[in-house]
């Protein structure tokens, strides 16, 4: 028997897009608050969903473990659980019905549960705990455990009477080093590895070094870690990477951070410290333009390991980063990407298309500023609007028959913008097959310049050019006709 199952609502195979990939990452949040409960005494396990296809294979797990406590903990770390996707929200239903069958207190910490409490509520949990929840959790099982009252915790919402009752947020956890080590042991990393591996990916691990973020995007939701930013110690990090370089024997990490090395010197101590341990890595981060601009930044993030940037570009028009409140401009996403480039790390861009007022215009401005400095990898989506954002505010009159997207390569357009989600869905696929024709073109001149450097992937895109020309075009006379059609 456990004292606690904890579970999460992701399952890859239900986001057809993220499942094709072929590079799940285990539930890092999860995970931290499974360790964080074992250390203060209880007996924990893990029903990890994100490698399986259906919440009923939980039954046999709660059957055999018979908890008391059932507590679906989704990983804050993974953008995707931001996006409230419903074919998630209704596995989590489904894992709460199952658990209240068996008598099981039912907790629910998520970003969706956050948003829409009274829904997982009505669903059957017991408690819904707002944003971090480490600390909450633990509170909260401990007084259901010494049966003593739970009505005043802080940081949860509940049911009293059929009243739902909202209880004041807790205050955030600041000292990051005070948490013990995510416990990766519960997690099956070998089926992880075997996924990566089987399709020709470098097995990844995913860290986080810090939660929050400080950046105010208008767009940009942050329900669990809040408009924060506190970090963990380059010592504490390097700790853990070490554990998984020796335990697992990885070497190559995603830091899923909101935003990497923020803190002064931070990147710079980081460095020092892997060095000190002989820990030679690959990694992977999200960061800021401007932030890569700063002092000696690149070169410290080029020296301790990191491979390639994913930066929020979002747009190439300046007058839809000021809309968003990005607090960018498009000379620094240029200006950052060469600097990048120069030092061998790869530039990975977020763009996002349909913003309020967005006009053809900003739209080719984007489309330039991808075909002119061709990032190595490239993200692309459709406005989206969050509950709790400046965004979600301007445009939530206009969500009415639709409200969260099902997976994440759904990109409807929820609200009135300027096109709509066909003619944003198309654009989407004209875009990736510009961007590919840049790639192939940018090939071929390596080819004349050194013939034997280039690699199979950058042979194949040359090859592809002639595939992708073609229904480039096509694509680019259809989009000029939806500009009149369907505005």
Partial sequence: MLDIVFSHSYYYKF??????????????????????????????GLFDTNLLDDPKTIEPYLEKHNPRTFVIYDDGFN??????????????????KIAKERHCHVIVCSSDSTDHY???LDSGADFVIQGEGEITLKELVTALDQNTDTSLIQGIVFKDNGEIIKNPSRTVLKKLDELPLPAWDLV??????????SHGNAFTLNIATTRGCPYKCNWCAKPIYGNRYNSHSPEYITKHIKHLVETYHVSRFWMCDDIFGLKPNWVQEFNT?????????????????????????????????????????????QSILDGMDKG???????????????????????????????????????????????????????SYPLPGTKFYEKVKDDLKLKTNWTDSDDLAMLFQGTFNSRFYKKLHRYVHKEYRKSQAKLNFKKILKAPFSLTKPELRSIILYAYY??????????LKNMEHKYV
């Fill in 79 to 96: 953008y995707l659980t931001k996006m409230c996707l419903t074919t998630m929200r209704e596995a989590a239903f489904e894992m709460i």
């Fill in 188 to 197: 099956d990393i070998e089926s992880y590895r075997d996924i990566w591996e």
């Fill in 15 to 44: 986001d057809l897009k993220q499942w094709k990939n072929k590079t799940p990452y285990p539930p890092l949040g999860t995970i931290y608050a499974a360790s964080y409960l074992r250390e203060h005494g209880y007996s924990v």
């Fill in 273 to 317: 410290h892997l060095k000190k341990e002989a820990l030679s890595i690959s990694y992977y981060i999200q960061s800021r333009v401007d932030l890569l601009l700063k002092e000696d930044t690149i070169d410290a993030l080029a020296e301790s390991g990191l491979h390639e940037v994913w930066v929020g570009a979002e747009s190439g028009s």
């Fill in 469 to 478: 020309a073609p229904f480039a075009l096509f694509d680019k006379m259809i």
């Fill in 328 to 382: 960018i401009t498009v000379s620094q996403i240029y200006k950052a990407t060469r600097l990048l480039k120069a030092k061998d790390i790869r530039v990975a861009f977020f763009i996002q298309f349909g913003y309020l007022n967005e006009t053809k215009e900003d739209i080719d401005k984007t489309i330039k500023m991808i075909k002119t400095l061709i990032p190595d990898n490239l993200g692309i989506s459709v």
């Fill in 118 to 120: 009274e829904k997982y």
